[in-house]
C-alpha cells in the first residue's frame, strides 16, 4: 500500500516506520522548510511491543521520505492524519481538495463533534481510529518513545465499509493487534477526558515522568475523570457501565491498579518518561484548558482542572 503520513510528529514518525517496515511505500506531507529543517533521516530510541510486551529496543537511524506538496492527482492508496484535536479541523481543510480517491484514517484524539472537524472530508472515505504509542523528541531531535501492540478503531453508528476492513488488515499485517470500538465517538471523547486526567497529573507533578512517584497525581487522574464523567453526558453521550464504573472504585484501589501499571519497566513507564517536552507541555495544557471551556459551556462544575487556570497561561 503507499501511503502519505500528515505531519511527522512523534506518532506518525512510529507508525510510519512500522509501516514501512512491513512493506508499504510511506512518504510524509510537511509544511514548507519542514524538509529541510527534518533532513533526510530521522533517529529512533523506541521501545515496539509487538512480539515482546515490555517493548523490544530499537535504536536507529531511518531514512525516510518528506514532500511538501501534495497535488490532487496523488496515488496514495492511503492518507493519515494523526494531529493535535485541535489541528484536526485546519487539517481536514487542508486535505478536503486533494483527497483523490485515497483513504484517509483520522488517527489521534477527538474533542469536536466528528462530522464538524472532518466536515471538509468526504465522509464515505474516512475511517476513525486510536493509537497506542507515545514519547516525544530530545534536544538532539532523537523520537524516544514506544509503540504498543494494540490499535483501536471503530465507526460513527456506521457498519464497516470496504474502507474500514483494508485499513485494519494493514495494521493487522504490521503486527499490531486491533481492538474494535462500537462507540467510537464515544470512546473517543471518554479517552479524551481521561487525557485530561493525566495531563491535570503531569502539571502538578512537575512533569510526567514524576507522575507514577506521586500519590497526589495519581489520585488527580481519577478525580479528574470523574468530575469530567458529567460533561459527556451533557453532551448527549450515553456511556457503557464498563466505561464508568471502574472510576467509581475505592480511590486507593485505583491509585495502586494506576501505580502498578506505570511500575519501572512497563512501556507505559517508558512512553510517560520520555513525554516531557516543550511540544508535550503544551499539548497537556489544551487538554485541560478545552475540557474547561467546554465544562463551562454546558455548566458542568469542574473545580480541580479550575485550580490550574493560572498554569494554562504560561
Known amino acids: 500500500m503507499k501511503i502519505l503520513v500528515f505531519g511527522r510528529g512523534v506518532i506518525a514518525t512510529q507508525y510510519g516506520w512500522a509501516l514501512e517496515k512491513a512493506g508499504n511505500i510511506v512518504e510524509f506531507y510537511v509544511r514548507s522548510g519542514r524538509v529541510a529543517l527534518y533532513g533526510p533521516a530521522v533517529n529512533l530510541d523506541i521501545r515496539d511491543a509487538r512480539t515482546n510486551a515490555k517493548g523490544d529496543a530499537v535504536k536507529l537511524t531511518w531514512p525516510h521520505q518528506l514532500r511538501e506538496e501534495l497535488a490532487p492527482d496523488h496515488d496514495y492508496d492511503l492518507i493519515i492524519v494523526s494531529v493535535r484535536h485541535d489541528k484536526l479541523s485546519e487539517a481536514a481543510a487542508f486535505l478536503g481538495p486533494r483527497v483523490g480517491g485515497a483513504t484517509v484514517l483520522i488517527f489521534g484524539n477527538l474533542w469536536a463533534v466528528p462530522q464538524v472537524a472532518a466536515a471538509p472530508l468526504p465522509w464515505n472515505q474516512i475511517v476513525w481510529g486510536f493509537p497506542g504509542a507515545g514519547g516525544g523528541f530530545d534536544a538532539q531531535g532523537t523520537l524516544r518513545g514506544g509503540l504498543m501492540k494494540v490499535v483501536f478503531f471503530g465507526t460513527m453508528g456506521v457498519p464497516l465499509t470496504d474502507r474500514d476492513h483494508a485499513v485494519r488488515d494493514l495494521f493487522a499485517a504490521a503486527g499490531f493487534s486491533v481492538s474494535e470500538q462500537k462507540n467510537f465517538q464515544a470512546w473517543l471523547w471518554h479517552h479524551f477526558i481521561l487525557d485530561a486526567g493525566f495531563a491535570y497529573a503531569s502539571l502538578i507533578a512537575g512533569g510526567a515522568r514524576k507522575v507514577p512517584e506521586s500519590p497526589q497525581a495519581l489520585r ?14 451533557a453532551r448527549g453521550v450515553k456511556l457503557s457501565p464498563v466505561a464508568i464504573v471502574p472510576f467509581y472504585l475505592p480511590l486507593w484501589l485505583l491509585g495502586f491498579a494506576l501505580k502498578k501499571a506505570l ?52
Not at 220 to 233: H, Y
Not at 290 to 309: F, I
Request: aromatic share 2%.
Open 220 to 233: 488527580g487522574i481519577i478525580l479528574v475523570v470523574r468530575e469530567l464523567l458529567p460533561l459527556i453526558r
Open 263 to 314: 511500575a519501572k519497566g512497563t512501556l507505559a513507564r517508558a512512553i510517560m518518561e520520555t513525554s516531557d517536552s516543550p511540544a508535550n507541555q503544551r499539548e497537556l495544557k489544551l487538554y485541560v484548558g478545552d475540557s474547561l471551556a467546554e465544562a463551562r459551556r454546558l455548566r458542568v462544575r469542574a473545580p480541580l482542572l479550575e485550580s490550574l487556570e493560572p498554569l494554562l497561561q504560561g
